[in-house]
Nanobody, 123 residues
Framework: VQLQASGGGLVQAGGSLRLSCAAS????????MGWFRQAPGKEREFVAA????????AYADSAKGRFAISRDNAKNTVYLQMNSLKPEDTAVYYC?????????????????WGQGTQVTVSS
């Protein structure tokens, strides 16, 4: 599986962005998907995850109520809608995939990673 993340950019605090992650391969619908982020000088951290069916989701506390993960299996794409953005959301955002029916929140649980897309939130 190859993943291509896009949709990052520069936005003011309080604004919104929608990240997309397009996946190659015919088995996308059987993959659990996740979003992670990494700020300069910090470790990569979990943001949101979704089961293969989309029926189960999980969010980091920092993302709850502001971010929403979704997927369109017909388009082989997973999304991360980010609202009410804060300067502390500034990071490179990565999408990740792995086979499995549940959701996964740890970096080592994922087999495939996208190249990352930069999100910068100005105050």
């Amino acid at each position: 599986v190859q993943l291509q993340a896009s949709g990052g950019g520069l936005v003011q605090a309080g604004g919104s962005l929608r990240l997309s992650c397009a996946a190659s391969g015919r088995t996308f619908s059987s993959y659990a998907m996740g979003w992670f982020r990494q700020a300069p000088g910090k470790e990569r951290e979990f943001v949101a995850a979704m089961s293969w069916s989309g029926g189960i989701t999980a969010y980091a506390d920092s993302a709850k109520g502001r971010f929403a993960i979704s997927r369109d299996n017909a388009k082989n794409t997973v999304y991360l809608q980010m609202n009410s953005l804060k300067p502390e959301d500034t990071a490179v955002y990565y999408c990740a995939a792995r086979p499995g029916s549940y959701y996964y929140i740890r970096t080592y649980e994922y087999d495939y990673w996208g190249q990352g897309t930069q999100v910068t939130v100005s105050s």
